[in-house]
């Protein structure tokens, strides 16, 4: 009973610290060749996050079968779409929970096939927004390098303020890493913006950013509260390519979306919050059993060449995972219901 007792203090301990993920999704679940928009609590009505209908009323940006991935930082098979030969539409989600000061992160994986000129006024392939999809915390875009790359840009949210772009040129069709930093500073309009580029993620925040943002003007920060891909402007204006794996927390660490992940006997298992479901990376034959917080055993089941469990009917909590294979490995994971 006493190692039970531990085992769910360092549970509960990890949690707090999990609790500092404010959002994720690695698209993982959700249906190919349809519309971000109505998955998942992605939206494109600006009330919901989303950055409003569609320019010229044309399709929304899908979901598509395009695999992303980022070493140590994870990956999924599948994408949101953004086309510039079209007016197509981006969208947003609301954050778990509302950041009201210090320092928080947003990153996702990036692959650019095409990026605008740097004459675009409005080429924003990310915002992150403050209470209102019209109240921008900052932005990121890309445009071309002058050479045979692009180049990254950001700013603070407002359009007066001034921005700056990557010194550093990057490659086309390859995935990248980009990792925002947002601090809160307390006086007034002297928050900090940094950026970072491809960093070797396991090895913690770098020492210096690759690009840091002029300092604001004017400053939308306090109540950030969602982001979004805001591409319902002129196909000119936009980049064609793929972007994934959406994370923003208040540590570096749990940008990561492998944080539930764990693997046995070459078996990778993940919990998806999406569809609240175990996923195996292949079929398998094991025990499994699921404890409550408190240590009560809540399910027993055994699964018989499956790849995957449903788990829908677990309430909002914090659980452990025990899984026995059948080569004898026994394995347990934490995870989340929300």
């Known amino acids: 009973m006493k190692k039970i007792t531990l085992l769910f203090t360092c549970l509960l301990f990890t949690y707090i610290t999990n609790a500092q993920v404010v ?9 190919i060749n349809q519309p971000l928009n109505g998955q998942n609590g992605w939206s494109n009505d600006t009330s919901m996050g989303g950055t409003g209908s569609s320019i010229g009323g044309g399709p929304l940006s ?3 079968d395009f695999a992303l991935s980022y070493t140590d930082y994870g990956s999924s098979p599948n994408s ?20 009201t000061s210090g320092t928080f992160y947003v990153s996702f994986v990036i692959n650019v096939s095409s990026a605008p000129s740097s004459a675009g006024t409005v080429r924003d392939v990310m915002r992150v927004m403050n209470g209102s999809s019209f109240s921008t915390t900052l932005r990121l875009w890309v445009e071309q390098s ?4 692009f180049n990254f840009g950001i700013k603070t949210g407002d359009p007066s303020n001034a921005g700056d772009t990557t010194a550093t040129e990057y490659d086309y069709n390859i995935d990248h890493l980009v990792v925002l930093k947002y601090t809160m500073n307390p006086s007034t309009n002297d928050d900090q913006l940094d950026l970072f580029v491809n960093p070797d993620y396991s090895n913690g925040e770098p020492g210096t950013a690759t690009l840091s943002a ?30 994934g794996l959406p994370s923003v927390a208040l540590s570096w660490e749990d940008l990561s979306l ?6 046995a006997s070459s078996i990778d298992i993940h919990y998806l919050t999406s569809t609240k479901s175990l996923l195996f990376s292949k079929a398998i034959n094991a025990d499994l059993n699921v404890y409550s917080i408190d240590g009560k055993r809540i399910l027993n089941a055994n699964i018989d060449d499956l790849d995957s469990f449903d788990l829908s009917n677990l309430k909002t909590g914090i659980y452990l995972a025990k899984v026995v294979l059948q080569s004898g490995a026994t394995e347990t994971l934490k995870f989340i219901v929300r």
């Open 23 to 31: 959002f994720q999704d690695d698209f993982s679940a959700l249906t």
């Open 62 to 64: 899908p979901i598509v």
């Open 80 to 99: 949101l779409f953004a086309d510039n030969t079209q007016e197509t539409d981006g969208v947003g989600h609301i954050f778990n929970s509302t950041i």
């Open 146 to 149: 002058g050479g045979t790359g």
């Open 214 to 243: 002029p300092l604001p003007m004017f400053e939308a920060s306090g109540n950030v509260d969602r982001m979004a891909f805001p591409w319902n402007i002129t196909p000119s204006d936009r980049f064609g390519g793929h972007i």
């Open 258 to 263: 492998s944080i539930n992940d764990f693997k």
